[in-house]
C-alpha cells in the first residue's frame, strides 16, 4: 500500500485507499477460509468417510463453503472494484470507460450474488 500511496501522493483520498486495502485482505481471507473449510472436509473423508457421510457435518460444510465463496467472497470483490474505481476517478489514473465498466462490473458482482442460489 505504501507504494500505491508514493505514487499517487497528494491526489489520493486515504478513505477509498482504505476501503480499497481492507476490502483486498476481507476477500483474501474469505478464500482462506473457504478453502480450510474444504480441506477438512477432505481430511475428514480420510480418515473416516462413512461417518462423515451418514453425519450432516458434510452438507453443512458445503453450505459454509458456498455461501462464503459465492456470496460474501464476491461482494467484497464488488466493494474492492468500486474502491477502485473511486480512485481513479479521482487520480484520473485510468480512462473514464474503465472507470464506467468497473462500476458496472462491480454493481454486477454486488447485486448478481443472490441470483445465483
Known amino acids: 500500500m505504501g507504494v500505491v500511496r508514493a505514487r499517487l501522493g497528494a491526489l489520493e483520498d486515504q478513505f477509498f485507499s482504505t476501503v480499497f486495502f481492507g476490502a483486498g485482505l476481507l476477500f483474501l481471507a474469505m478464500i482462506f477460509a473457504s478453502a480450510a473449510i474444504a480441506g477438512g472436509i477432505i481430511a ?47 487520480t484520473r489514473v485510468m480512462p473514464r470507460l474503465f472507470v464506467f465498466l468497473t462500476y458496472a462490473l462491480a454493481l454486477l458482482l454486488l447485486v448478481s450474488s443472490n441470483l445465483t442460489l
Open 44 to 90: 475428514s473423508y480420510a480418515i473416516e468417510p462413512n461417518v462423515l457421510l451418514r453425519s450432516g457435518v458434510i452438507t453443512f460444510g458445503r453450505a459454509v463453503m458456498y455461501t462464503i465463496s459465492n456470496v460474501y467472497a464476491v461482494r467484497m470483490a464488488g466493494v474492492f472494484m468500486i474502491s477502485l474505481a473511486t480512485i481513479w476517478t479521482r
